[in-house]
């Protein structure tokens, strides 16, 4: 059941551990090359004009959250070669899968595409936990393994305010969502310095490619 929202709040307060400077190493799927994505994103663009609470997100850093690992300043790069390593052995046992992102919907900090089916999804982050895990061990892999909820977010709330100018011109859209196919997760450098999340790509675990 999806829940209505009601009200919005800013998405850009300081999350425990985040200064400005500092950045963290995350598990992402990220979209360059995938173009049904960046049209999806397109469609959704002429909504947010007149909503100046919604800072919408450039094309180039739409992404799909999956699993963090640390801040850069705390994670040996050492641990960070190995848990690269360990994932592509696990990523190599999967498939790549197909998944369907929208219709968009409100969430208290965003407007985002909900990812339909989910269990691929959540059985590619328990591979990515699973591949931390071998190298810092079950007790340090940060993050809830059930509180997840796979979505890209198209657009992130900068200010308190209510929900329903944001849900009334959902309303008035037709149905718009995108199929994508999944080949691999991305260890990227994250920063949110200017509210917006930017990263440099790190490494890549491809789906169903032997490592080796």
């Given at each position: 059941m999806v829940?209505?929202?009601?009200?919005?709040?800013?998405?850009?307060?300081?999350?425990?551990?985040?200064?400005?400077?500092?950045?963290?190493?995350?598990?992402?799927?990220?979209?360059?090359?995938?173009?049904?994505?960046?049209?999806?994103?397109?469609?959704?663009?002429?909504?947010?004009d007149g909503l100046p609470t919604l800072?919408?997100?450039?094309?180039?850093?739409?992404?799909?959250?999956?699993?963090?690992i640390g801040f850069t300043d705390e994670v040996d790069r050492a641990d960070v070669g190995a848990i690269v390593d360990a994932?592509?052995?696990?990523?190599?046992?999967l498939a790549p899968f197909t998944v369907t992102l929208?219709?968009?919907?409100?969430?208290?900090?965003?407007?985002?595409l909900p990812v339909r089916p989910p269990e691929p999804v959540v059985h590619l982050r328990a591979a990515i936990r699973a591949a931390i895990a071998d190298v810092r061990g079950p007790d340090n892999v940060p993050e809830d393994?059930?509180?997840?909820?796979?979505?890209?977010?198209?657009a992130y709330s900068n200010a308190a305010g209510p929900a329903g100018p944001i849900a009334?011109?959902?309303?008035?859209?037709?149905?718009?969502?995108?199929?994508?196919?999944?080949?691999?997760?991305?260890?990227?450098?994250?920063?949110?310095?200017?509210?917006?999340?930017?990263?440099?790509?790190i490494a890549a675990a491809e789906l169903g490619i032997p490592t080796g």
């Open positions: 829940e209505t929202v009601h009200v919005m709040r800013d998405h850009w307060w300081w999350r425990p551990g985040w200064r400005v400077g500092r950045s963290f190493y995350t598990w992402h799927v990220t979209f360059e090359d995938q173009p049904s994505v960046h049209q999806l994103a397109a469609d959704y663009t002429p909504m947010f800072d919408p997100i450039p094309v180039r850093w739409l992404h799909l959250t999956m699993q963090g994932a592509r052995c696990r990523c190599a046992a929208g219709p968009a919907r409100v969430d208290p900090e965003a407007l985002m393994s059930d509180d997840f909820r796979p979505h890209v977010s198209l009334q011109r959902l309303t008035e859209r037709l149905v718009t969502s995108a199929e994508i196919t999944v080949h691999r997760a991305t260890l990227i450098d994250l920063n949110r310095d200017h509210k917006v999340y930017r990263w440099t790509d």
